[in-house]
């Protein structure tokens, strides 16, 4: 074994081996870590787009919701042996905005003012939703040519009809000015204190149900409630993630590949410039398995630094992505406005081990057919 490592050293970084040895060998470390580093840094694009969407939505109204199965409000307080231990009691109700200019459909939330700033979209503002307040988006503000401290009327739809019924309609002042980077979600979502809207809609003490803003945080549901996550809420779009996902995994895998058939050349120019040393050890004794050993274990040595190199590359690309975002896209189509990556120690661990697998695979291909020609005749033509 002293001798296998002895023989690989002198290979691998003799100052005899020719230029041209040396050069290829560097040439497949490099083109082994440009593969490895773009498909880890697709694979980390994937994670990340996949990870930053899904906080992205838990922060707009948590990550779960609790509801009942057959009732759209209940009374809390009918479920006490059953309702959840944790979580943010809320009602939902559509209703019409109207400002001086402009009128919009929209979905009010209703959260009471000690809950509204559990909302990870509004945490770090220190909220108070008292009862005469209303809080909407600046999409929605500029639609409505309004801002902090005007007044908007809120119009229940079921009374619309009814021009003489002044319980049709509520003032309320504009208390904050939210962003979520979603046109869709500002557009539509307004949020009020939970006992107006109650009290607005006549459903004294009744919610729609709960919610939940804690992803790690396992909650016992029992019947008759039932929870929805973020990615059960928003199936259609997390499924057009995982089918983009395995085409461009593909398509980065076999260009990864691509890149190990450079370690043949390698090992074409190792015995072809070894080649009479190699039938001189052969003559001595050394058998082919050893030589075999020597192609294979330089050649998983070429395909661990390769990977290495591609791995360090890939990590600082993504550093700076997430750092700088140098790469941008649409907020209004993709929910981010820029490319966010998740750099992955598993993952890249796994990249290594597999490369060195192939590596191994690919040399012990190539060797077959060189320990098959016969020392006597290197010998012979030398």
């Known amino acids: 074994m002293k001798l296998l490592f002895f023989l690989i050293k002198r290979l691998l970084i003799s100052k005899k081996s020719s230029a041209v040895f040396r050069i290829t060998n560097l040439i497949t470390i490099l083109s082994l870590s440009l593969g490895v580093a773009s498909l880890n840094i697709v694979l980390s694009s994937i994670a990340g787009f996949e990870s930053a969407i899904s906080q992205k939505l838990s922060d707009l109204n948590g990550y779960s919701t609790i509801n009942h199965l057959f009732e759209d409000e209940f009374d809390s307080s009918d479920y006490e042996n059953s309702t959840p231990n944790h979580g943010i009691q809320y009602l939902e109700k559509y209703a019409l905005l109207k400002s001086r200019n402009n009128t919009q459909n929209i979905i009010l939330n209703g959260y009471s003012s000690v809950d509204i700033g559990k909302i990870n979209l509004f945490k770090n503002d220190n909220l108070e939703l008292k009862e005469n307040y209303i809080i909407i988006s600046s999409q929605l503000a500029n639609k409505l040519s309004v801002e902090v401290g005007d007044e908007v009327a ?60 804690d992803i790690n945080k396992q909650i016992v549901v029992d019947y008759p409630f039932y929870e929805i996550n973020v990615f059960e809420r928003y199936a259609n779009l997390f499924d057009w993630i995982n089918t983009q996902k395995w085409p461009i995994f593909f398509i980065f895998s076999m260009i990864t590949i691509v ?124």
């Open 154 to 213: 809120i119009f229940n739809p079921a009374y619309l009809d009814e021009l003489s019924n002044n319980s049709r309609f509520i003032f309320l002042k504009i208390k904050y000015l939210y962003d979520s980077g979603i046109v869709e979600y500002d557009l539509r979502q307004v949020f009020i204190n939970l006992n107006i809207l109650q009290d607005f809609y006549n459903v004294e003490n009744k919610i729609s149900g709960w919610i939940t803003t």
């Open 259 to 382: 890149s190990f058939f450079g370690l043949l050349s390698s090992l074409s120019i190792l015995f072809d410039e070894k080649k009479f040393n190699f039938s001189i050890l052969n003559i001595y004794g050394l058998p082919n398995s050893s030589i075999s050993k020597i192609f294979i274990v330089q050649s998983m040595i070429l395909a661990f630094l390769g990977s290495f190199l591609g791995l360090i590359i890939s990590y600082f690309f993504i550093l700076f992505q997430n750092e700088f975002h140098f790469i941008s896209i649409a907020q209004n189509i993709y929910f981010v406005d820029y490319l966010p990556m998740d750099f992955n120690y598993l993952n890249s661990f796994y990249l290594i081990l597999i490369s060195v697998i192939f590596s191994a695979i690919f040399s012990f291909i190539s060797v077959t057919n060189f320990i098959k020609i016969e020392p006597i005749d290197v010998l012979r033509n030398k």
